[in-house]
């Protein structure tokens, strides 16, 4: 059965798409300001790894544990 039977695109396909990545809140307070952080889609793979976050009303950039 091919990838285009069961429904799944390649991952050429995939990479040729724009950007999906929504920001998301994570719940937790940004420590600048106290809004809420979203996450970006960026992780580190180091070891622990780490996922960025950044804070929507200010220009907070940090991360946090995965």
């Not at 990838?3 to 940004?30: K, Y």
Request: hydrophobic share 30%; proline share 8%.
């Amino acid at each position: 059965m091919t990838t285009s039977e069961r429904g799944l695109i390649s991952l050429d396909e995939w990479n040729r798409q724009p950007s999906r990545r929504i920001p998301q809140g994570n719940g937790i307070a940004c420590p600048k300001c106290g809004h809420e952080l979203q996450d970006t889609g960026v992780v580190f793979l180091c070891s622990p790894s780490l996922a960025e976050v950044k804070c929507p009303f200010c220009d907070f950039v940090g991360n946090r544990r995965t």
